[in-house]
C-alpha cells in the first residue's frame, strides 16, 4: 500500500539512506581503514509505542489517537459525505483497533493498520445505507460510431488550467460528488487514497477486474463532466 | 503487427496504457493511433489530467486538526472497562 502521505516521509528519516547512496561514496572512504564503531542498536519508534499501548499507557494512547484521528477523519469524511457519520467511523475504528490491539502482530506499520481499519468502517457504514437509488453512468461515457470513431470528437484542455487553483479543486470535488456510489467509492480509494487494485478490491469486496472497470468509467464519467467547464471557462 | 485500434478501442484501454500494463506492441498500435487523431490525442491528455487534478482537489493540506470533542470521546472509550 502506497499510504497515507505521512508515512512516505520515514523514508527521508536520518540513517535511512539507502543502497544508491553508498555506491556513491568515493572510492577513498573504502580504502581508509577506520576502527568501525558498534552502531547503538536502532530505536523503533513503533516497537516503541506498540509495547507501551499493549502495557495500557494512556499517554500512548493519547498519542496515537491524536496522530492519527486527523488522518483517519480524512478519508471517513471522503468516502461518507457525512461529518457525523465520518466521526462515528473514526471512533468505530478505534474502538475495533482497540479490541485487536493484543494481536496486532505487527506485520505492517501500526497507521496503516488502524487505517485499513478505519476504510472498512468507513465502508461498513456506507453498505448499511438505506438503498439509495444509483444513477446511471452510460450518459456521462463517450459514444462511438459503429465504426468505433467518436461521435463527439474531444477537443483539448487549456494548458494553463491550474489544477492547484481553488475554483479548479472546487469544480473537481462538486463532479466527483456526482457519481454514483459504487464508482465514486472507487475513484476516492484508487486515485485519491492511492491504494492499489487488489486493496480496494478487497476493502470493496469486489474483483480486481472490477475496481478497474469501475476506475476507469468514473474517470471517463467525470473528464465527460469537467469538460464543458474546463474548455469554456478556461478559455 | 497489431492493427491500428480504434477511437473507442483506445478509449477502452485508456487506463492501461495510462498506467503502463498494455504491452510493446499494444503501445505501439496505440501511439500510432494517437499520432493520427487529435480527438484521441486531446482525450487522452485530459484524462492524465483529470487524475492529476483529483489528487490536487484533496491535496495534504486538507488533512484537519483533530477534532477535540471526538479525541475526547475515542480516549473515554478506551478508558471505559469493557
Known amino acids: ?235 | 503487427m497489431i492493427p491500428i485500434p480504434t477511437c473507442r478501442e483506445v478509449c477502452d484501454f485508456l487506463d492501461e496504457y495510462h498506467a503502463g500494463e498494455l504491452d510493446p506492441m499494444r503501445t505501439a498500435a496505440f501511439e500510432r493511433h494517437l499520432s493520427m487523431c487529435a480527438s484521441c490525442r486531446a482525450y487522452v491528455d485530459s484524462y492524465r489530467r483529470l487524475i492529476e487534478m483529483e489528487k490536487h482537489a484533496f491535496s495534504a493540506a486538507d488533512l484537519p486538526d483533530p477534532p477535540a470533542e471526538l479525541v475526547d470521546a475515542i480516549l473515554a472509550i478506551r478508558r471505559t472497562p469493557q
Open chain 1, 1 to 235: 500500500m502506497t499510504y497515507p502521505q505521512p508515512y512516505l516521509f520515514l523514508w527521508l528519516l536520518p540513517g535511512t539512506a539507502g543502497p544508491r547512496a553508498r555506491r556513491r561514496a568515493p572510492p577513498s572512504y573504502r580504502r581508509t581503514r577506520i576502527p568501525v564503531q558498534p552502531a547503538p542498536p536502532a530505536a523503533d519508534p513503533q516497537a516503541e509505542l506498540l509495547e507501551r499501548l499493549r502495557a495500557g499507557d494512556e499517554a500512548a494512547y493519547d498519542r496515537l489517537v491524536r496522530e492519527q484521528t486527523p488522518i483517519l477523519l480524512r478519508v471517513a469524511r471522503r468516502l461518507l459525505h457525512s461529518e457525523e457519520e465520518a466521526r462515528d467511523a473514526v471512533q468505530d475504528a478505534f474502538v475495533s483497533a482497540f479490541r485487536a490491539l493484543p494481536n496486532f502482530r505487527g506485520d505492517s506499520r501500526l497507521g496503516t493498520w488502524i487505517y485499513r481499519i478505519a476504510v472498512n468502517a468507513a465502508l461498513a457504514r456506507l453498505r448499511a445505507r438505506a438503498g439509495a437509488t444509483e444513477v446511471s453512468l452510460d450518459d456521462w461515457l463517450p459514444r462511438f460510431a459503429d465504426d468505433g470513431h467518436a461521435t463527439e470528437p474531444a477537443e483539448p484542455w487549456p494548458a494553463d488550467a491550474g489544477p492547484e487553483r481553488r475554483e479548479v479543486r472546487d469544480r473537481v470535488r462538486q463532479a466527483i460528488d456526482q457519481l454514483p456510489e459504487t464508482h465514486r467509492t472507487v475513484l476516492v480509494l484508487r486515485d485519491i487514497e492511492e491504494l492499489s487494485t487488489d486493496e480496494a478490491a478487497q476493502a470493496l469486496g469486489i474483483t480486481p477486474g472490477a475496481v478497474k472497470v469501475r476506475l476507469h468509467r468514473a474517470r471517463q464519467a467525470l473528464r465527460t463532466l469537467l469538460d464543458p467547464w474546463m474548455r469554456g471557462e478556461q478559455a
